[in-house]
């Protein structure tokens, strides 16, 4: 009877009286590539307390651990740190060379903090694409643990976490000096736009109807546009619209001016895209596409901006990249645009047009507007 | 049989929860990208210097044969029962430390049977505990709910089930929990268990006479457990508004046990409750203290004015910086704490205490909670803490106080509508 107590009573000593939310830091480990004279340096920083897990440097038994005790496992540690902490450019693995030992104080206690100089890296240069830092030195040991790096060069500037499921950070060609932070914003923001159903849904939304006439009849009788230029005028008053509303809010996000919570920017961005198909459908809304477009647009802003700062953004680049992102936007729009409008016009004359594209089109978007209002507000 | 109206548990939301804060972090990460560690100066220790106070390996700690389960498990980690070993091993350290870095090693042990599903009791309790050190409260508990369903004569698996039942109040599920240890184990073990859910839903009085009954139980002779015994009777004097008696019981059994980190927090939460903040003082020491100890020191600190305070501040600021840089979605009390009663952020606190409310609903989150609230003059945010108080009648004086004035802060706005 008195075994199961006793475990059953620190069981419980915990798990009531402190609960698990009281607990300790998880563990972590700090790595830098940066530059010191002309060279590449690599540093990394381990807690004691995770190397004192793997080596038990407590060598005289007395329950705590000295600095010479410490080095007296130089030998073990450098196999051990060089193995699980590599740098290699294009595959090829760069020599560590004058390993160096010291010790640093950091918030959660005494770290080992040990430096290389590397040579294959040209500090200056600019074409450190291929850079890949690998790290698996703890997650064999504490699957919880992680490595945070940063990478501090003159032309390149990056950061990453490394984990059991990602133990390599690559440094991608767009990562580095201000075009390269451009080209990756750029892309990553034709990417989203690309990505982003439920943008790319609101704009159609807001542009099937630019290539009809606005009649009082409903909406299957309105009759087509003729004049090209009524149709590409009002396709450029609604993406113009969304682009500046959008790039308002985005630009605000990003400066911190304004941080609405991502719970209510994502059900309101799936709401709008249900009110532009229902204004389709209904024509109830007393705003123009082109207001409509500006109105929800710069909740759409908020939504953009949280991708990006999911991305992680430079902090000595961040106009940079905001431009590259909004641009990459617009141009993901014009793309859509493009696609879009010689199809539309094509086939604006057509019964198809108004019963399927416009009305089964609204309807689908619609529907699927509510699904992810739904799913955003309630899962 | 307690008069209360009991209700089953609430469906697990963690998925909004992770997904809130993972645009959280990610704003806190974005402001934060520039991390250096080269703002931590490097130095060479003398030979002689001590810099970890306390090894691992330590063989007079509570796990003297840690070393042994360490190289077993190393040699051997495709072993299933050598795993369960050393990952208990490193997990009883972690609830003794309160570090978040030996449920990671519990859990690097359980990892080629983490999908498992076909698996003895134990490793299914042994994962369950894992799983909800990281507040995967519905993942542990349909573990451990495994593990009883294959050997129900284990107390300790029982034991947890009750634990995470009130964590998550579901006092019908904790309440037939105690019933079956009651009927599996014998009375003088349930006791344990009445005496817990008695000061948890209203009657502080009644469990401290439990608890000094047990004192003397043949049962309850060891270290551990009279560790336990000093814990829980110290927490239902604090509860029945007897701080003086609680803190007398817990100062002896800090004599005992002068590493129990549970006993450390305890106290020092309750000098800063009760404004003995030089007892703080004397008590702070390591900087590697828990991030829990740290904010309880700070608080001291600054009350006394002391100049020291805006160093550990700057420690736990530190720490919280790199628990963010980490991107996880995981809430700590002390962070809670640090914006609500430190850094004047009730704002983020009360963010913060909402969703943690929803994972899981303790006597402390329910202060923060109401505290929040309170300054933030948004009393209807703590509504959820006022029915879990009405649900499960538990009062301290601290949150007796707080649930009056937040029920006139309700009357203010429903009067000024």
Redesign the interface.
Known sequence: ??W?????????????????????????S???V?RFNEAAVL?A?IN???I??VF???QN?D??????E??AKTAELKAWLEQGIQLSTTGQKCAQAQMNI??????????L?V?WTVACLDVAGDELSGLALRYDLM????????A?V?I?LPNFQS?A?LSPDRPEFTLTKATGSGLKVLERYLLEGVWHIWIGIDHVLFLLSLLILAFLEPSRKSVTQWPAVQNVKTAVLDILAVVTAFTLAHSITLGLTIF?WL?P???LIEPAIALSVVAAALNNLLGWAALRRWQLAFAFGLVHGFGFA?VL??L????DQLAIALGGFNLGVELGQIAIVLAFLPLAWWLRNTLFYRWVVVVGGSLTIAILGIIWTVQRTV? | MYGHTFSLQRKSQM??VT??L??CF??V???A??????S??????????????????????QNSTF?EL?KAWRSQPQNLNVALSYARAVF?I??A?????W???A??AM?PWWKNEDLPADAFFMRGLVK????DFTGGLADINKAIDLNPN???F???R???H??KTDLEGALQDFESIDRL??Q??SK??RA?LRYRTGDPQTAINLFKTLVSSP??Q?A??K??LA??LG?AYRVSGQPDLAISTWKKQLKITPRS??IQ??LAEIWVQEGQYLQVKQMAGS??S???LLMQYILAYKALKDPAEKNLA???E??LK??S????AL????QMIYFIDYANDPAAGLRLSIE?WKI?Q?P??AVLFLKAALALNQPQAAQVVLTWLEKTNYADPQIRELRTRLKTQLQSAQSAK
């Open positions: 009877m008195l199961p107590c006793v475990l059953l009573l620190i069981a419980i000593a915990i798990a009531i009286a402190s609960g698990s939310a009281q607990a300790h830091s998880s563990s972590n700090y790595i830098t940066s540093r920083d004691l307390r995770d004192d897990l038990d440097l407590d038994k329950g705590k651990v000295s600095w010479g410490t080095l010291k010790a640093s104080d950091h918030a959660d206690g005494t770290y903090s430096e997650f064999d040991q504490d699957n919880l643990h992680r945070l940063k501090d950061s976490i911190k941080e919570s991502a719970d949280n700062v999911d992680g953004l430079p902090s899962l | 998925r909004g997904q809130f993972k645009v990610a704003f990460f974005s402001g990208i520039c991390f250096s560690t080269q931590q100066v490097r130095f060479l220790p003398e030979e002689s210097s001590i810099v970890l106070s306390a090894s691992v390996h330590d063989k007079s700690a070393s360490t009883q972690g609830l430390e309160g570090d978040l870095r449920f990671g090693a859990k690097a990892l909800q050190g990281f507040h284990k107390a300790e029982w034991s947890w009750f634990a995470m009130l964590l184990f014998g003088d073990e344990a268990y817990i049962n309850f060891s551990s457990s560790e336990w814990l829980h927490e980190h549970i927090l305890s900087v590697a828990t991030d829990a700057s420690l736990l530190s720490r790199s628990q840089l980490r991107q996880e809430i700590e009390r002390p943690n899981q303790e402390r989150d």
